[in-house]
């Protein structure tokens, strides 16, 4: 069993294997690819939380003050897409699933290690394709791209825009085929389907969704940027084409999307709260089936976005009872994370405060969406702040959390040192604080009827406004504080022995940080994922582990 | 593959008993490679469905709402033309087969000649593709400022006209289908002068001539969604 130390720090890995800029931007090395998107989300993310910060600021007031009407419009646009492509899809698959899925199945490296630095590059370029557009006058469309908008009226930089996520889009779809085919033949010798972790259940059903469903993006993207440079009527009503068209084949991918960014979210959280109860995951097959469920569902119920938009009333029926059917997989899940927890040696970690934190967040980002997929009330709040809140519980509540929760609990195998612990359990609570202070009055708002998309409103909306601006304000500092304290760690923090949290799993395995090829000899397994019991036996006479 | 035996000697340990210098170091067994690589271009080729599927999509969509008006604009393509181009995509994707079938009998001289003829009949493909291109420009049929489709009578529907904004968006699928199949295609013969040169240098053998499977398999998608786009587009209404 693990923990050997190795404090020495001169042991040969990853990180200190090759120094210089050559070795990072050239290596194959699919921790050190890691390591680039953690460092490039990151930029993106900040400049997904300003536009944020601009526009919580311009809502502080009632009156239209702080931008123009037309800035407004590309703040939350650039806000939404920088945020959904340029960070929450890539975030834990690209960081986390890029570190881990490899070392997890017992392999040297992913697959293809070249594609995997081919699809950082083209994250790169479609980056600063995004930058430019927003430096040369950005775009105002939504994050939606709707036509005939987009494509006829719109005079800002749509077609920049446009092939910045066209771009962006392969890097995704290339992760996705790596993380397919090294789960199927790189698994070390005894490593079966039923004993991965569920972690590489959810990548692997995220895998799926981000081959199938990014390429519709990309074509549909495509047409739009056609349409527009050339007016050949494929969505324009005027020339014959059908705009309900660009919506389906928008969502088709669009809402796929949102289990890219939630599935990977549930694989950390699921992991975290085995570790952190000392018990075997309830019900592993239901976990590891639900996980495809969702994403096989997830393809089947994108019109409930377009209720209001003018499909047939027998459709809409359809995607309305669908999309209650994902609720199934989802509640699959939940029920047994609690069932985990029940009767659990449970302790108060930092990951576990934000595993709890996703728990919360999600059930409720997951049961208004119950709410959302009923026609009548969809109709109601359609296009109100309530929508606003409800994705933002599940991307932000759901998925950032499990980002945040999982780069603390693989931060000591991904740097080699420790976090201050006090800290990041103090950040855990300030972001949980901070987010429902941000986002719980937005489901009142939209609920009482603020529309979004607005940057004025009447002032009897103006308290829940104020109120939302200033959980963004604390919601801001908890997402800089680990920020903060993750950097300092790697200079300051102290060394991390190869398993911290006495975790189960082939990545804890092998020292922390990893020798480059994962493992110092090929790892033979011969357990079951989550086998607490085995672990924590033996240990009761030893020293307790140093957390 | 210039960094494999670089790889391959740092790992000489591990793999004292393999020689292949194209075995990289990630990987067990050649077996395990070309199962990856093989896996890997099954995927990549689902992702190409998914893509050539939105505009498929489209063109179902629009066809059923305008089929006299696609009718009448699918007339308007060279179905002769057409036709032949399907019949050199057809060969190509024998020779392809020939190449592959001689590289596993270590018949370098057929491998050779088989992934030329491939690329020629590629090539062919392109240069009549240009010629309709060529064509739909001369009679304004490409969509934009320029295009014009008037008076054009709807095959079965004598004295009804075609309604020239959808007739537009028929040539608007056109264009963006055909014309991302080409690109396919050109892509296709850059792989292919990439295989050329690797036969060229021996580097095929009957146990491994893994770039030359999934670099076929990769030709025969390309061949087949132009299986698909031939009767779609050229064949609306062709039977009256």
Known sequence: MPTADNSQGERPNYLNKEYGVGSWLLTTDHKRIALLYLISITFFFFIGGFFALLIRLELLTPAGDLVQADTYNKLFTQHGQVMVFFFLIPSIPAVLGNFLVPMMVGAKDLAFPRVNLLSWYLYIIGGIMMLHCLLTGGVDTGWTFYTPFSTAFSNTKVIEAGLAIFVAGFSSILTGLNFIVTIHRMRAPGMTWSRLPLFIWAHYATSIIQILGTPVIAITLVLVLAERALHLGIFDPKLGGDPLLFQHLFWFYSHPAVYIMILPSMGVVTEIIACFSRKRIFGYSFVALSSIAIAVFGFLVWAHHMFVAGISVYAALVFSILSYAVAVPSAVKVFNWTATLYKGSIHYDAPMLYAFGFLGLFTMGGLTGLFLAALGVNVHVHDTYFVIAHFHYIMVGGAVMGYLGGMHFWWPKISGKLYPEGWARLAALIVFIGFNLTFFPQFILGYVGMPRRYYQYPPEYQVLNVLSTAGATILGVGYLLPMIYFLWSMRYGKPAPANPWNAAGLEWQTPSPPPTFNFDEEPVVTWEAYNYDELDAPRKEEVPVAR | ?????????????????????????????????????????????????????????????????????????????????????????????????????????????????????????????????????????????????????????????????????????????????????????????????????????????????????IGGLYWHFVDIIWIYLFPLLYLIDRHR
């Open chain 2, 1 to 213: 593959m210039p960094d494999s035996s670089t790889a391959a000697a740092v790992h000489g340990e591990a793999h004292a008993e393999t020689h292949n210098p194209a075995l990289l170091h990630h990987f067990a067994t050649e077996e395990q490679q070309r199962d990856a690589s093989n896996l890997g271009m099954w995927i990549f080729l689902a992702t190409e469905v998914m893509f050539f599927g939105g505009l498929f999509c489209a063109y179902l969509i629009y066809r059923l709402k305008y089929f006299g008006d696609f009718a009448a604009a699918s007339t308007s393509i060279d179905a002769a033309l057409g036709g032949t181009n399907t019949a050199v995509l057809i060969c190509s994707s024998l020779t392809v087969v020939i190449a592959i079938w001689a590289a596993q009998r270590s018949r370098r001289a057929l491998m050779i000649a088989m992934l030329v003829l491939t690329m020629l009949f590629g090539l062919t493909f392109l240069g009549i593709k240009g010629v309709e291109y060529r064509d739909k420009f001369v009679e304004h049929h490409v969509p934009g400022s320029s295009f014009s489709f008037e008076h054009e009578e709807i095959p079965g529907h004598p004295g009804e006209y075609a309604n020239p904004q959808h007739a537009q968006i028929f040539f608007a699928l056109y264009f963006i289908m055909t014309g991302l199949h080409a690109l396919h295609m050109v892509v296709g013969l850059g792989i292919f002068t990439w295989l050329l040169w690797m036969a060229w240098k021996g580097r095929f053998t009957p146990d491994y001539h893994t770039p030359l499977e």
